[in-house]
C-alpha cells in the first residue's frame, strides 16, 4: 500500500550530526506507526526508534535515547530521525518502516513496509 524512500545517509565523523527523511506514498500515511531501524554487518537488523500514528508518543532504543530525535509530519507524508553526538558504533544501514499494527511496535515483524535504506558511517 505504502512505498518508503529513505534519503540523508553519508560520512560523518564521531560527534557528528545528520538527519535522515523518509518520504511515504500510495497509502494513508497518517494511519501508520512508522519506525527508524538499522543494520550493520553480520548483524540483525535492531529497532531504533518509533513514533506513533499522530506523533504524540515515540520510544526509543536505549543505545540512541538522548541523541536521536523521531519525528513525523503526516501533511507533507514524511519521517524524519535527527542524530546527534554519533559514534562509530552507530554505522550501519538505516530503514524506515511502516506498522498497520495498533500501538508503538519495536519488533522487526511488526513492520510490513520498508524502505530500501540509507547507508551511514560514523569514522573515529
Known amino acids: 500500500q505504502v512505498q518508503l524512500v529513505e534519503s540523508g545517509g553519508g560520512l560523518v565523523q564521531t560527534g557528528g550530526s545528520l538527519r535522515l527523511s523518509c518520504a511515504a506514498s500510495?497509502?494513508?500515511?497518517?494511519?501508520?506507526?512508522m519506525g527508524w531501524f538499522r543494520q550493520a554487518p553480520g548483524k540483525e537488523r535492531e529497532f531504533v526508534a518509533a513514533?506513533?500514528?499522530?506523533?504524540?508518543?515515540?520510544y526509543y532504543a536505549d543505545s540512541v535515547k538522548g541523541r536521536f530525535t523521531i519525528s513525523r509530519d503526516n501533511a507533507k507524508n514524511t519521517l524524519s530521525l535527527q542524530m546527534n553526538s554519533l559514534k562509530p558504533e552507530d554505522t550501519a544501514m538505516f530503514y524506515c518502516?511502516?506498522?498497520?499494527?495498533?500501538?508503538?511496535?519495536?519488533?522487526?515483524?511488526?513492520?510490513?513496509?520498508w524502505g530500501q535504506g540509507t547507508q551511514v558511517t560514523v569514522s573515529s
Open positions: 518502516a511502516a506498522s498497520g499494527r495498533i500501538g508503538l511496535r519495536t519488533t522487526v515483524t511488526d513492520y510490513g513496509y
Open positions: 500510495g497509502g494513508t500515511f497518517s494511519r501508520y506507526t
Open positions: 513514533i506513533s500514528w499522530n506523533g504524540g508518543s515515540t
